[in-house]
């Protein structure tokens, strides 16, 4: 009950922030518009499945802290950290093979696609694995959006529960093992 009533609460001020930011972040990828889910599910067959998996599971031992990590492409479903970054992180990331504030000395061992995906074909691609997501992952990315582009439109009635992690196991040990 406690619990319900929080979520009432948070759901209020969510939708107050909503309609104050409104506007669509520079970079959005649909993952409801399914002409785009289904072109991006092609592009990931055939551009991203070899390294992240056919199923999104990453490559095999991707979690481990080895000197192989960093080098395994990390899994971009539920078990994976793709969902916390944005909409536009993401784009970033698939276009230039880095994240935009990744410090400058630290190698990125994914391939860049800004000479052989164009921006429309890169969001798709995006669009598919965000499709992908159980509900409560796509809440969670849809918060870190400018106007939290992509909210699911069932978020408010449908049952879901926030994901087990919302900061990555990694950053964790990273700040602990300092
Ligand atoms: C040659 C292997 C390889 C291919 C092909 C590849 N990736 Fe990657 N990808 C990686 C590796 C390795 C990382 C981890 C990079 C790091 O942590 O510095 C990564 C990381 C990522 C991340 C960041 C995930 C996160 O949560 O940090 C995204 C997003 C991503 N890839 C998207 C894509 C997309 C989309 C495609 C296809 C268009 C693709 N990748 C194709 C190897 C690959």
């Known amino acids: 009950m406690r619990r319900m009533r929080f979520r009432a609460a948070a759901w209020a001020v969510l939708m ?3 309609a ?3 506007a669509l972040p520079a970079h959005f990828a649909d993952a409801t518009d399914k002409i785009q ?4 599910k092609r592009i990931y067959r055939q551009r991203c ?3 992240h ?8 031992l991707w979690q481990l802290q ?4 960093r080098r395994r492409a990390p899994a971009h479903d539920a078990s994976g950290h793709t969902w ?3 909409d536009e992180a993401l784009f970033h990331m698939t276009k230039y093979g880095r994240f935009s504030d990744s410090p400058r000395g630290v190698r990125s061992y994914m391939p860049a696609f800004a000479g052989s995906l164009d921006d429309s074909q890169i969001l798709a691609v995006i669009a598919f694995i965000k499709a992908r ?8 990315q849809s918060l870190l959006n400018p106007g939290y582009a992509g909210m699911p439109a069932n978020a408010r009635s449908a049952e879901w529960t926030f994901p087990p992690t919302c900061i990555t196991s990694a950053q964790r040990w990273r700040a602990v093992s300092r």
Do not use: I, K, N
């Open 84 to 86: 916390e970054h944005s």
């Open 37 to 40: 889910v289904t072109a991006g």
């Open 133 to 140: 997501w159980p509900l409560g992952l796509r809440v969670s």
């Open 20 to 22: 104050a930011h409104g």
């Open 49 to 51: 499945a070899s390294c």
């Open 16 to 18: 107050v922030s909503v």
């Open 66 to 69: 080895d000197p192989f990590e």
């Open 53 to 60: 998996g056919r199923q999104l599971q990453g490559q095999p």
